[in-house]
């Protein structure tokens, strides 16, 4: 299911006449000028959730943290794979090595532990509703933190056309309304500029320790709906289609 939603931000009027540039372009106008800033948004259910998992690996060389963390992290990637993600859908994210050090409040210096390697995966999953099983296989699998889930949708090109039409269309309405409102016949075009909302999530992104996870059997997933859209400005200039000016 699709919703559109709207909001007219701003509307001005400029004296005219005016004359804008744009890349070295001129535009002109003979009757007066009004400037729309529009928002139209379309939510849909996501089709795209990606997670991150990761494992940290503590020993008292780093050779043997960075040997220990290696295999570990192979077990996740594997279950990874396993669950049916090709590899272009993981991404490693980080990899970091660390000193670690216990504080000797008696002596009151840093004593030397060990060192601590983390490593870390960016996971996409395409099976939406496989989201709860797939974060529990990867705590079986050896991930000591997880991050996620993150939901989007992968092409929203035609929910953008969409927002875009209807963005178009309203701001052609108030725009004619205005023209109306002051003598006018009509309204011509001058400028259209857009920024792009993006995909995102439609809530934070949680993270969950292994203990967390471990509590339940299976981790409750709600994917919800995510949003995207298009912001539009447009300058239009009101005119009488007759070409002749109002008093």
Do not use: C, W
């Not at 494992?55 to 990874?80: F, G, K, P, W, Y």
């Not at 008696?106 to 532990?113: G, I």
């Amino acid at each position: 299911m699709i919703r559109h939603t709207l909001a007219l931000v701003a509307a001005t009027m400029l004296v005219a006449p005016i004359s804008a540039s744009a890349q070295q372009v001129q535009i002109e106008a003979n009757g007066p000028v009004i400037e729309l800033s529009v928002f139209e948004s379309v939510t849909a259910e996501p089709d795209l959730v990606t997670i991150g998992a990761g494992v940290t690996s503590q020993a008292r060389t780093a050779v043997e943290a960075m040997r220990l963390n290696a295999r570990e992290m192979q077990s996740v990637i594997d279950q990874v794979r396993a669950l049916g993600v090709p590899d272009t859908d993981i991404q490693t994210t980080g990899i970091s090595l660390n000193a670690q050090y216990d504080y000797d409040r008696a002596n009151q210096r840093q004593v030397f532990r060990g060192y601590q390697v983390s490593n870390r995966v960016s996971v996409k999953l395409r099976d939406v509703q496989a989201t709860g099983a797939a974060l529990d296989a990867l705590v079986m699998a050896g991930a000591t933190d997880l991050s996620g889930p993150s939901f989007s949708i992968e092409d929203d090109t035609q929910a953008k056309a969409t927002a875009r039409e209807r963005a178009i269309k309203r701001a052609q309405q108030r725009a004619e309304a205005y023209a109306t409102m002051f003598g006018y016949d009509g309204i011509k075009v001058l400028s259209v500029s857009e920024s792009i909302r993006g995909r995102g999530p439609s809530g934070p992104i949680a993270q969950r320790s292994v203990a967390e996870s471990a509590a339940v059997a299976t981790a409750p997933v709600q994917p919800g709906q995510v949003s995207t859209g298009v912001s539009l400005s447009i300058k239009y200039e009101m005119i009488h289609i007759g070409g002749s000016e109002a008093e």
